[in-house]
């Protein structure tokens, strides 16, 4: 179960609210967005606990942060061995087979500017929402900057597949 937390700065009203919509659909995708210190990475890791519990065992989860994402697309595209790695083609194979995957990206406002990076994420996103996959990722910006720095195509699959959760501090 999940219970709200002193350390998040949020009122604890707006930290229920935000749990039990979670805990309603812990499959569902979301976007935690706020300041730093409220609480977004704290409520990713508890949806990717409870989406693994929700999940059958087969069921892929891949759980970085963008930084660790970035890093590990710039090495399989140089030819190196990473970990575990998801790949869009991975994703729209295994939701042929009923495998629906449940990706998490931590701090996903910190993408590099790079077109490379910019192309795997937009293809990473695309795969996602047609496969009807699990997305949650967290954020430092609110819509409107969201928007503007990914752009329409990325912005529009992600504000369109996601519930978008603003967490703000005294809201």
């Given at each position: 179960?999940?219970?709200?937390?002193?350390?998040?700065?949020?009122?604890?009203?707006?930290?229920?609210?935000?749990?039990?919509?979670?805990?309603?659909?812990?499959?569902?995708?979301?976007?935690?967005?706020?300041?730093?210190?409220?609480?977004?990475?704290?409520?990713?890791?508890?949806?990717?606990?409870?989406?693994?519990?929700?999940?059958?065992?087969?069921?892929?989860?891949?759980?970085?942060?963008?930084?660790?994402?970035?890093?590990?697309?710039?090495?399989?595209?140089?030819?190196?061995?990473?970990?575990?790695f998801?790949?869009?083609?991975?994703i729209?194979?295994?939701?042929?087979?009923?495998?629906?995957?449940?990706?998490f990206?931590?701090?996903?406002?910190?993408?590099?500017?790079?077109?490379?990076?910019?192309?795997?994420?937009?293809?990473?996103?695309?795969?996602?929402?047609?496969?009807?996959?699990?997305?949650?990722?967290?954020?430092n910006?609110?819509?409107?900057?969201?928007?503007?720095?990914?752009?329409?195509?990325?912005?529009?699959?992600?504000?369109?597949?996601?519930?978008?959760?603003?967490?703000?501090?005294?809201?």
């Amino acid at each position: 179960m999940l219970y709200p937390y002193a350390e998040s700065g949020l009122p604890v009203a707006q930290q229920e609210k935000i749990l039990e919509t979670i805990c309603t659909n812990p499959l569902a995708s979301y976007v935690f967005s706020g300041p730093p210190g409220v609480g977004k990475t704290t409520l990713l890791r508890e949806v990717e606990r409870l989406a693994r519990v929700a999940r059958p065992k087969n069921f892929p989860v891949y759980s970085r942060s963008m930084m660790q994402y970035q890093h590990d697309a710039t090495a399989v595209a140089r030819g190196e061995s990473v970990g575990v790695f998801v790949r869009p083609h991975s994703i729209r194979n295994e939701a042929e087979l009923k495998l629906h995957w449940g990706v998490f990206l931590d701090d996903f406002d910190k993408v590099s500017g790079s077109e490379f990076i910019r192309l795997q994420v937009f293809e990473l996103v695309n795969a996602i929402c047609e496969t009807d996959s699990q997305l949650v990722i967290s954020t430092n910006m609110n819509r409107e900057e969201f928007a503007k720095f990914f752009g329409d195509h990325i912005a529009w699959r992600v504000l369109k597949h996601c519930t978008w959760i603003e967490m703000n501090r005294g809201s």
